[in-house]
């Protein structure tokens, strides 16, 4: 359970294994660039990423999987994520945070969980993108 979340904390879920375990948030991160990539509404983030999302999608499943409760996959390869600094090249606002939540959501209702579950990632994730907002708009 989270308890409490302050925007921007670092902090480890437990939802890894609940989630399915790797396979499962391997689904989680395909569902998510499946969305990215075919809902008209968000191609202001699509448009950010480079055509083939294959590298974007290793790398998400790689920190998802540590930001989750599982194996520190990211960390190992590439060290601190530092992902608010990573992000700062692309302007990032409310609307980019919503598009970007809004794939997260339709990613996370294709996956077999109870709303408790879904509702308790989505406002992590929330909060995660909230923090990556680096313009006031
Ligand atoms: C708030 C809206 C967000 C936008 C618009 C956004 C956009 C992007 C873009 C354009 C990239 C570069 C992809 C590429 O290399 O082609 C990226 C990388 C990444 N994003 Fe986001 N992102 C957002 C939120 C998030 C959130 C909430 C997370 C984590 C929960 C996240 C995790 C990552 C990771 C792990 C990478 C790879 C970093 C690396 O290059 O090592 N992003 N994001």
């Known amino acids: 359970m989270i308890d409490v979340v ?3 904390q670092v902090y ?13 948030v391997r689904q989680l991160t395909q569902y998510f660039y499946q969305a990215m990539n075919s809902i008209a509404d968000v191609k202001t983030i ?9 590298e974007a999608e290793e790398k998400l499943f790689m920190f998802l999987s540590g ?18 600094a990573r ?12 598009q970007w939540l809004h794939c997260m ?8 969980i109870e709303k408790p579950m ?5 406002q992590a994730f929330f909060n995660t993108a ?8």
């Open 105 to 112: 959501d339709v990613a996370l209702s294709k996956m077999e």
């Open 118 to 122: 879904h509702d308790e990632l989505m």
């Open 46 to 54: 699509r448009d950010m990423h480079a055509p083939n999302l294959n």
């Open 130 to 137: 909230d923090f990556m907002r680096n313009q006031d708009k």
């Open 12 to 24: 480890k879920l437990n939802q890894y294994e609940k989630l399915g375990g790797e396979a499962g």
């Open 6 to 8: 302050k925007p921007g």
């Open 67 to 84: 930001w989750l409760g599982g194996p520190s996959l990211y960390i190992e390869k590439f060290g601190h994520p530092r992902l608010r």
């Open 87 to 98: 992000h700062l090249p692309f302007s990032v606002g409310t609307k980019e945070r919503d």
